[in-house]
């Protein structure tokens, strides 16, 4: 016998008086409804990620002032709450900087390095109710729930919410529970609740229920032309970085900078391996500022790698060679710092601005001229002798040939190659792996999938060999520094370094060993057309 009781939930239309609602469901129940006195106001903070990973997995995490300071409570999205955990006060809390329990536990494995934010405030006063049988025992519990939203950020208006109509069968009565449904539904016709309460607050606080996008969405048919396809994308990648401006600039948590670096490595392949869409000059003018951008965040992303991967790369080494390690770490902290400086600067400066606007001017040249964009269809100043060509032909053909070359130089890699040639094809598998997560819809059979399931697979054995190299020849470069430091911990620290960069060196021998098979599954695939 299943121990579960039914719920279900109702909205009722805006502005409806919880009294005169409760008296009608009165009055059609036959005198069966008991209504309580409502209850005082609560507030709480509903917390996701900027990409709503709670969300997605189902999880609400909610922030709730009590006297003795803020408290992190997990619960399904439902009346029931889970385990809380004492937090700091904060703009926004990482896992890792929680207390250890049930609470990092469960959020762990579903936040990882992204940090948890506010995303509405919710204020809630309940009308609770029973309905009792002519026994006197209650069959069925309820409650009718008033509700604001109140925007995050200052000088935001709370905005009403319907109130919501929640009901709770009581084990052993199942009948009483949908007699009572079937009021609500056809005696008073209230509509049954499609998202819950705290999707409807972030809706309506101006929240998108997906958060900060990551990837672009864009359909596009085969025959479209290549120009028209290619600016919907970058457009969209242009929003993509537009949007984590504001959480990079904030520093809210590593992945911010992250997604705003790949929609710009994603811009940058789709101006070179579509540029016959275009005239050379006002793209490779374009192509110009893209890769300035991805010049000046690069160092803060560097850093960030290192500083993320910092627990994992030091385990295996002695806990002793862990504990002498710390100068070093200090160090990536400060040089972080610096850099973190450098960006915001360059973000925030002229130079940045006037440029990303030069790339969303060129982004707007194949929209319509109307003030809605209802216009007539502007000139293609900027085409090339691809422009008009459907997309389908242009990226099909690409895609073969990024793909062979990658066969070539792949093939010619043997033991004695130097390191750059696996950098170089890694560079050519980024390529081909954009192609095909941007324009692989318009492409037909089914040689897609399993393209990017070996790619995906050759390219982490090249990025281990690739960031093994980088990271030791980053850690190699601050020894000096280390040395002029001076302090007595410094000597114990440089033959610590010299054991994780050994280390290092030997991760990069066993990447470079797994290559031949991972090239071998790949160079053999069916080319998608």
Same mark, same amino acid.
């Given at each position: 016998?299943?121990?579960?009781?039914?719920?279900?939930?109702?909205?009722?239309?805006?502005?409806?008086?919880?009294?005169?609602?409760?008296?009608?469901?009165?009055?059609?129940?036959?005198?069966?409804?008991?209504?309580?006195?409502?209850?005082?106001?609560?507030?709480?903070?509903?917390?996701?990620?900027?990409?709503?990973?709670?969300?997605?997995?189902?999880?609400?995490?909610?922030?709730?002032?009590?006297?003795?300071?803020?408290?992190?409570?997990?619960?399904?999205?439902?009346?029931?709450?889970?385990?809380?955990?004492?937090?700091?006060?904060?703009?926004?809390?990482?896992?890792?900087?929680?207390?250890?329990?049930?609470?990092?536990?469960?959020?762990?494995?579903?936040?990882?390095?992204?940090?948890?934010?506010?995303?509405?405030?919710?204020?809630?006063?309940?009308?609770?109710?029973?309905?009792?049988?002519?026994?006197?025992?209650?069959?069925?519990?309820?409650?009718?729930?008033?509700?604001?939203?109140?925007?995050?950020?200052?000088?935001?208006?709370?905005?009403?919410?319907?109130?919501?109509?929640?009901?709770?069968?009581?084990?052993?009565?199942?009948?009483?529970?949908?007699?009572?449904?079937?009021?609500?539904?056809?005696?008073?016709?209230?509509?049954?609740?499609?998202?819950?309460?705290?999707?409807?607050?972030?809706?309506?606080?101006?929240?998108?229920?997906?958060?900060?996008?990551?990837?672009?969405?864009?359909?596009?048919?085969?025959?479209?032309?290549?120009?028209?396809?290619?600016?919907?994308?970058?457009?969209?990648?242009?929003?993509?970085?537009?949007?984590?401006?504001?959480?990079?600039?904030?520093?809210?948590?590593?992945?911010?900078?992250?997604?705003?670096?790949?929609?710009?490595?994603?811009?940058?392949?789709?101006?070179?391996?579509?540029?016959?869409?275009?005239?050379?000059?006002?793209?490779?003018?374009?192509?110009?500022?893209?890769?300035?951008?991805?010049?000046?965040?690069?160092?803060?992303?560097?850093?960030?790698?290192?500083?993320?991967?910092?627990?994992?790369?030091?385990?295996?080494?002695?806990?002793?060679?862990?504990?002498?390690?710390?100068?070093?770490?200090?160090?990536?902290?400060?040089?972080?710092?610096? &850099?973190? @400086?450098?960006?915001? !600067?360059?973000?925030? *400066? $002229?130079?940045?601005?006037? =440029?990303?606007?030069?790339?969303? /001017?060129?982004?707007?040249?194949?929209?319509?001229?109307?003030?809605?964009?209802?216009?007539?269809?502007?000139?293609?100043?900027?085409?090339?002798?691809?422009?008009?060509?459907?997309?389908?032909?242009?990226?099909?053909?690409?895609?073969?040939?990024?793909?062979?070359?990658?066969?070539?130089?792949?093939?010619?890699?043997?033991?004695?190659?130097?390191?750059?040639?696996?950098?170089?094809?890694?560079?050519?598998?980024?390529?081909?792996?954009?192609?095909?997560?941007?324009?692989?819809?318009?492409?037909?059979?089914?040689?897609?999938?399993?393209?990017?399931?070996?790619?995906?697979?050759?390219?982490?054995?090249?990025?281990?060999?690739?960031?093994?190299?980088?990271?030791?020849?980053?850690?190699? &470069?601050? @020894?000096?520094?280390? !040395?002029?430091?001076? *302090? $007595?911990?410094?000597?114990? =620290?440089?033959?610590?370094?010299? /054991?994780?960069?050994?280390?290092?060196?030997?991760?990069?021998?066993?990447?470079?060993?797994?290559?031949?098979?991972?090239?071998?599954?790949?160079?053999?695939?069916?080319?998608?057309?």
């Amino acid at each position: 016998m299943t121990l579960d009781v039914p719920t279900c939930s109702y909205v009722l239309e805006a502005g409806t008086d919880p009294a005169t609602f409760l008296s009608a469901l009165d009055e059609q129940s036959g005198g069966a409804v008991e209504v309580a006195a409502p209850g005082a106001w609560s507030t709480w903070t509903v917390l996701d990620t900027a990409d709503r990973r709670l969300r997605a997995a189902g999880v609400e995490a909610d922030l709730v002032e009590r006297p003795d300071g803020p408290w992190l409570t997990l619960g399904d999205g439902g009346p029931r709450r889970g385990p809380s955990l004492r937090v700091d006060p904060a703009h926004r809390w990482l896992v890792d900087e929680l207390s250890p329990g049930v609470v990092r536990a469960r959020l762990a494995p579903l936040v990882s390095m992204r940090a948890l934010l506010p995303v509405v405030t919710l204020a809630r006063r309940d009308h609770p109710f029973v309905v009792r049988n002519a026994d006197e025992k209650v069959v069925v519990r309820g409650r009718v729930g008033e509700a604001r939203a109140v925007p995050v950020g200052d000088g935001f208006a709370p905005v009403d919410l319907r109130p919501r109509v929640e009901l709770t069968g009581v084990l052993g009565y199942p009948k009483p529970f949908d007699r009572l449904r079937s009021v609500l539904d056809d005696e008073l016709g209230l509509k049954r609740a499609r998202r819950p309460l705290a999707d409807e607050a972030a809706l309506a606080a101006g929240q998108s229920l997906a958060g900060v996008p990551s990837k672009p969405d864009v359909d596009l048919s085969p025959t479209q032309r290549t120009d028209t396809a290619a600016f919907a994308i970058l457009r969209s990648l242009a929003d993509i970085v537009e949007a984590n401006v504001p959480g990079t600039l904030a520093d809210l948590d590593t992945e911010f900078l992250h997604d705003l670096r790949v929609a710009i490595r994603r811009s940058r392949s789709v101006l070179r391996e579509l540029k016959r869409a275009w005239a050379d000059g006002p793209r490779d003018a374009q192509a110009d500022t893209l890769r300035w951008v991805q010049a000046i965040t690069g160092p803060v992303r560097d850093l960030d790698v290192q500083l993320l991967e910092w627990d994992d790369l030091v385990a295996p080494l002695p806990e002793a060679r862990r504990h002498d390690l710390a100068p070093v770490r200090a160090l990536l902290v400060e040089h972080r710092a610096a &850099a973190f @400086a450098d960006l915001t !600067a360059a973000l925030r *400066g $002229d130079h940045y601005a006037t =440029a990303w606007a030069g790339w969303r /001017a060129f982004l707007d040249n194949d929209l319509p001229s109307g003030p809605q964009h209802g216009g007539p269809r502007r000139n293609r100043p900027h085409a090339g002798p691809d422009a008009a060509l459907p997309i389908h032909d242009v990226a099909a053909g690409r895609v073969a040939r990024v793909y062979r070359r990658m066969q070539k130089m792949g093939g010619a890699i043997d033991d004695s190659s130097p390191a750059q040639d696996l950098h170089d094809l890694r560079k050519r598998g980024k390529e081909l792996r954009y192609l095909l997560e941007l324009f692989g819809g318009v492409l037909v059979g089914g040689a897609v999938r399993p393209m990017v399931t070996a790619l995906k697979g050759l390219q982490d054995v090249l990025g281990r060999h690739q960031d093994c190299e980088v990271q030791a020849g980053e850690l190699r &470069a601050l @020894a000096p520094e280390l !040395a002029r430091s001076g *302090g $007595d911990d410094v000597p114990a =620290a440089l033959l610590a370094l010299g /054991a994780l960069i050994d280390r290092l060196e030997a991760d990069q021998a066993r990447a470079r060993q797994g290559f031949a098979a991972r090239f071998a599954a790949f160079r053999s695939l069916e080319v998608p057309a």
